[in-house]
């Protein structure tokens, strides 16, 4: 699967645009700091100097110049630091700005071989056009841990949600260090879909890859790229993206028609996910005795084996939220208590 040249180009230009706009904002605080420190500019300007004349020392055969040169820009660059702190600046304040430190906002990360290697944040917004996953950005900006609310769960239905919270955030944590893999499931609308949310947006944030496919959207997608000729060379390379991106969400399992094509596309791809220790995600509606009867037995003992399993029960949360947007009575209580 590959970018067409307008959707390369329009990468590369939102580089270029974040470069400038970065660029701005340092040449900003420079000036800042040049008005408020007069100090501070005398010895940038110094710095050119010097440079001159140690290159002339260096060509005229001095063998100390060099040394001597980048001592002494060495020590400029401390009294630089110390001016900052004195005037309350951090010390890095004019140290350049970069949305990605890692690619420097190019794409690519610096190497030593002729073929570039595809940055981390490339690789993610390529894999969002790829799978016309925008929507995912809207969805992490609603459903994040900053937004997590516990004030739709009671007694045994809240302990299940605390105990998938807490197994979320640890998932997050070590989710560099440790190969994991999670299993949601229980009644609908009991937060599944929100915390596949929650841990999306915590890792697309610390730089790694996430696709995120509703469970009908991704078979629907392998099913073309196997029965459609007209459409399988745009979607080259399709397995090796949902195998080896750092995080693969497939989200309301047992909503798509199941048959031996999907059964076999399923297990194919946990197998090979779990080969590479690639982490997966799983929500779904259906109990572990409807996965056992619906899917295969090799996949009933990969995801009871290879998955952290976690039950959510309650009542749907979104007909909760009709309810208590249209009535002050407490949804949970007999109508007698009112808030």
Aim: proline share 2%; with cysteine; charged share 25%.
């Amino acid at each position: 699967m590959a970018l067409s040249n307008n959707q390369y180009e329009a990468i590369i230009k939102g580089y270029e645009r974040t470069r400038d706009a970065n660029r701005v904002l340092t040449e900003q605080k420079r000036d800042h700091v040049y008005g408020m420190i007069p100090e501070f500019r005398q010895l940038a300007d110094s710095v050119s100097t010097l440079s001159v004349s140690g290159m002339r020392r260096m060509l005229e055969g001095d063998g100390n110049a060099r040394a001597n040169l980048h001592q002494q820009l060495a020590e400029i660059a401390a009294a630089q630091k110390r001016l900052l702190e004195e005037h309350g600046f951090p010390s890095d304040y004019l140290e350049p700005v970069y949305n990605c430190p890692d690619c420097k906002d190019t794409g690519y990360l610096p190497g030593k071989t002729a073929v570039r290697e595809k940055c981390h944040c490339f690789r993610q917004q390529e894999i969002s056009i790829l799978y016309a996953q925008s929507h995912i950005q809207d969805m992490i900006t609603r459903e994040n841990f900053s937004t997590l609310s516990y004030e739709y769960y009671r007694d045994q239905d809240l302990r299940h949600f605390e105990a998938a919270v807490r197994l979320s955030k640890k998932f997050v944590q070590n989710f560099k260090e440790d190969y994991h893999n999670l299993f949601f499931y229980g009644t609908v609308g009991t937060g599944k879909s929100f915390l596949s949310g929650c841990i999306a947006k915590e890792l697309l944030e610390t730089g790694n890859s996430v696709i995120y496919f509703s469970a009908s959207g991704m078979f629907e997608l392998l099913a073309m790229y196997s029965f459609d000729a007209k459409v399988k060379e745009s979607l080259y390379g399709l397995y090796d993206d949902l195998y080896d991106c750092d995080l693969l969400i497939i989200d309301d399992l047992g909503t798509e028609i199941t048959n031996n094509f999907v059964t076999s596309q399923l297990f194919s791809c946990l197998n090979q996910r779990h080969l590479r220790q690639k982490a997966t995600l799983i929500s779904t509606n259906i109990s572990l005795e409807e996965l056992r009867d619906r899917y295969s037995d090799r996949i009933f003992s990969r995801i009871t084996s290879s998955f952290t399993l976690c039950k959510l029960t309650g009542p749907d949360i979104r007909i909760l939220k009709r309810r208590m947007a249209n009535t002050t009575i407490d949804p949970y209580s007999n109508g007698s208590n009112r808030h």
